[in-house]
């Protein structure tokens, strides 16, 4: 288990395609994903994913969209995603939103670069560094110092969560 520092910003169609054309040329290319995640119901922040790879549970600490948020997580072979599925469900869980996202992600120098483009819900990046307590409030002026100079204006939280709640209650229809 970990701190992820984070920092996040929605991008246009624009910025997408020059960020992909630079990081292609300045940054280690770890995956091209597709992703298919399930917020599960709960006081927890409960996921299980299937991507291109692997299977996973994660749980984060704190609040969505936190600067900052302790990780756990434990992965599985793709194939068992079904069983995870019925297990949670089994135990009492509902499912409360579903993602469908293309996942490029680089390794660019110490930081961790997700460009996401998620059906129905936009276009992000998200810039993301391991620390430990003691260093999660540097790591997070950092990353912010990296996103500027991608020039990239830092989405205020506000707007984060607006999107997540509009996103949360219609995305049956936005998914379509």
């Not at 969505?64 to 079904?82: A, P, Q």
């Amino acid at each position: 288990m970990g701190i992820e520092a984070e920092v996040r910003a929605f991008i246009t169609d624009e910025q997408y395609k020059r960020l992909v054309d630079y990081f292609d040329e300045n940054a280690e290319l770890i995956a091209d994903d597709e992703q298919e995640t399930h917020y599960l119901s709960g006081e927890k922040d409960l996921r299980i994913q299937k991507n291109k790879r692997y299977a996973k549970i994660w749980m984060k600490s704190g609040r969505i969209h936190d600067d900052h948020r302790e990780e756990l997580e434990v992965r599985t072979d793709k194939e068992n995603f079904k069983e995870l599925e019925r297990l949670f469900s089994e135990l009492g869980h509902t499912v409360e939103v579903k993602w469908f996202r293309k996942r490029k992600e680089y390794r660019w120098g110490d930081v961790t670069v997700c460009l996401d483009d998620t059906k129905g819900y936009g276009k992000i990046i998200e810039l993301e560094k391991k620390v430990n307590e003691s260093e999660k409030e540097e790591a997070l002026e950092y990353l912010k110092a990296k996103l500027s100079e991608l020039n990239v204006a830092l989405t205020p939280k506000e707007e984060f969560n607006s999107k997540y709640e509009h996103y949360k209650k219609n995305w049956k229809s936005l998914t379509k």
